[in-house]
């Protein structure tokens, strides 16, 4: 039989994503320097969004509340 969770151990499913999506952005933002010059400027050179990360993301859950 499963362990009862208490208040501490229980998170949500928003917080578990927003954990791993802070996770990956620290990934790519060490693997960076290791992306060849070309392909930088290259995405640097690509239309950037005119919303932020996190409104693109957290607007839509707001919306569905």
Same mark, same amino acid.
């Given at each position: 039989m499963a362990k009862p969770m208490n208040?501490?151990?229980? *998170? &949500?499913w928003l917080e578990i994503e *927003?954990? #791993? #999506?802070?996770?990956?952005?620290?990934?790519? %933002?060490? #693997?960076?320097?290791r992306v060849p010059r070309?392909? *930088?400027?290259l995405l %640097? &050179?690509?239309?950037? &969004? @005119?919303?932020d990360r996190n409104? @693109?993301?957290s607007e839509p859950l707001r919306l569905q509340g």
């Open positions: 208040d501490g151990e229980a *998170r &949500s *927003r954990e #791993d #999506d802070l996770d990956e952005e620290l990934e790519q %933002a060490i #693997d960076d320097p070309v392909l *930088r400027a %640097a &050179s690509r239309k950037k &969004s @005119t919303l409104t @693109t993301f």
